[in-house]
């Protein structure tokens, strides 16, 4: 079954290539749900944005831009959106965060979160297979009581 679902994905690796090779940034990372990561990103005006927190936290709908931000480190949307299994990455809680944080829409376009919507796409469609699969928690939704830092 495995091989079946590498294969499978072949296609969707080949698409989420790089066009220049940079094996450092391709890197999947996995992360735990219930440990403690730091979200980094670039925003618009090129600073870099940090905020640490838990993995799996659950910020709940985002009156923003209107994402479902309950499994905040999982690749796909929420705890329940489309994605192929339940993979928690460090680029999939980056996203996510600036995500929140910045309202962010229309993915790589995005000004503050598009880099970090590119660097996920690689670990939303391999993460399972690089061993991130885990459990989604059932956590009741709380914002976040910090902002992040960005300089």
Known sequence: M??????????????????????????????????????????????????????GSNFGTNSGNGGDY??????????SGASLGNAYTQDCFSHDICSWFNNASGGSSDANCGAAYDAAVDDTVGGVLAGCGGTNPSNAASPPKTSPTCS
Not at 70 to 79: D, F, K, L, V, Y
């Open 70 to 79: 309950s499994c905040n480190g999982r690749c796909g949307a929420g705890c």
């Open 2 to 55: 495995q091989s079946f679902l590498f294969l499978g994905l072949l296609p969707l690796l080949a698409l989420a290539a790089p066009s220049e090779p940079s094996l450092e940034k391709r890197a999947i990372t996995c992360l735990k749900v219930g440990s403690t990561a730091t979200a980094t990103w670039k925003n618009s005006a090129g600073k870099t944005c940090k905020w640490t927190g838990t993995v």
